[in-house]
């Protein structure tokens, strides 16, 4: 069965069941805000083609993954998810199971983060376009951004780095690394086709800075036993504070001003272009040792050490955190984190962005954003 054989209003009543009964099949959708928080809002785009395909992603993956794309910005920026909305773009020839399986994909992700669709719009087009766009809530005074980094600050990457594209190289080449086991080969595929956004890092680096009360539970609805959303929690608010008629600050309180030392970003478009964009913006350089940089063990056995590290620093889609903070502060979350998180490098004064070597065998490089992907 094919979308143009149901039309838009029966397409719309299908991915209804996709979403809370009790928030969507109005203009919009409310929901309640706490006070003295601030509103983080992320929208993503996919285009069949360009982010997705059939031959390297089937829709339940390309939906887990323009999720995933969405959480990791919220978690980049230190706010807990709250709801996504979801424009979909098909030609009227889509097969209706392939969108239902893309919506499947989508919220297996989201409601590992107690996050549900509140609405959306859908369209026809020669060719499948997403958009998602995700509110999350970060307490107004501890907001991630890029641009608070400071010289003398650690730079720490939450995991390991490269193993999307090494993922993405076995399901375009299926020749490639005939030397792996099935366990790791399925490993490296699933780190493309199924990446986890680090929310789980959010507490820890709370705890670290002394904001345990940073993390709350989430306003969205969340998960019954049986998995399914149970919305008899109240999560629509008509006004008052807090709610709809709360207005938007730039700063102070409701805004974006933070106070904690730490900046980041995540790492969705390559650790490299992580730590160039924090520096930019925070007007730091960095040195980055390429000997700390953590690789799947693997590597070694499937490629040369100059395609790990490239693979590592320009890949792209690993969707780990990628933090500027205090020395000591940097060594208790690596710590505390483990499974691959690692410092890879230290801020500097000077605004160039160094790739060194400590063990001495490579030369200095300078780390540029002309080697990951760029749309244009």
């Known amino acids: 069965m094919q979308v143009k054989d149901i039309g838009e209003q029966g397409l719309l009543r299908i991915l209804q069941k996709f979403c809370p009964a009790e928030i969507v099949g109005d203009d919009c959708a409310v929901m309640a805000a706490n006070l003295n928080q601030s509103l983080a809002i992320t929208t993503d785009m996919l285009v069949d083609g360009v982010h997705f395909s059939d031959r390297t992603t089937g829709p339940y993956y390309a939906g887990w993954r323009a999720a995933a794309a969405n959480l990791s910005d919220l978690a980049a920026m230190g706010a807990r998810p709250l709801a996504v909305t979801v424009a979909l773009a098909v030609a009227a020839d889509t097969?209706?199971?392939?969108?239902?399986?893309?919506?499947?994909?989508?919220?297996?992700?989201?409601?590992?983060?107690?996050?549900?669709?509140?609405?959306?719009d859908v369209v026809r087009s020669p060719v499948v376009t997403v958009a998602i766009t995700a509110f999350g809530q970060v307490e107004c005074d501890r907001t991630i951004s890029r641009s608070n980094a400071r010289s003398g600050w650690a730079i720490v990457a939450t995991g390991v780095h490269g193993a999307s594209r090494a993922g993405l190289e076995l399901l375009l080449n299926p020749e490639f690394g005939q030397n792996l086991t099935e366990v790791d080969r399925a490993s490296l595929i699933l780190a493309h086709q199924c990446p986890k956004p680090r929310l789980d890092v959010l507490p820890v680096v709370w705890e670290i800075l002394g904001c345990e009360g940073a993390m709350e539970p989430p306003l969205s609805p969340p998960l019954s036993k049986g998995g399914k959303q149970d919305f008899n929690s109240p999560p629509l608010s008509k006004g008052g504070p807090g709610g709809v008629n709360s207005p938007i600050a730039k700063g102070g309180p409701g805004g974006v001003q933070?106070?904690?030392?730490?900046?980041?970003?995540?790492?969705?478009?390559?650790?490299?272009?992580?730590?160039?964009?924090?520096?930019?913006?925070?007007?730091?350089?960095?040195?980055?040792?390429?000997?700390?940089?953590?690789?799947?063990?693997?590597?070694?056995?499937?490629?040369?050490?100059?395609?790990?590290?490239?693979?590592?620093?320009?890949?792209?889609?690993?969707?780990?955190?990628?933090?500027?903070?205090?020395?000591?502060?940097?060594?208790?979350?690596?710590?505390?984190?483990?499974?691959?998180?690692?410092?890879?490098?230290?801020?500097?004064?000077?605004t160039d962005i160094w790739l060194t070597d400590s063990s001495g065998i490579d030369r200095d490089t300078v780390l540029k954003l002309d080697r990951g992907f760029q749309h244009f």
């Open 95 to 120: 097969a209706v199971e392939w969108v239902e399986e893309f919506y499947r994909g989508m919220t297996a992700c989201l409601q590992e983060y107690d996050t549900p669709i509140v609405g959306g």
């Open 258 to 350: 933070s106070s904690i030392a730490i900046a980041g970003m995540d790492s969705s478009d390559g650790l490299a272009d992580a730590i160039i964009q924090i520096c930019r913006a925070s007007g730091v350089g960095a040195k980055v040792d390429r000997t700390k940089i953590p690789i799947p063990d693997i590597f070694s056995e499937i490629v040369s050490p100059e395609k790990a590290l490239d693979w590592a620093l320009y890949g792209g889609e690993d969707f780990e955190l990628v933090l500027f903070l205090p020395i000591a502060n940097a060594k208790l979350l690596v710590e505390k984190i483990g499974d691959g998180a690692a410092i890879v490098g230290t801020a500097t004064e000077s």
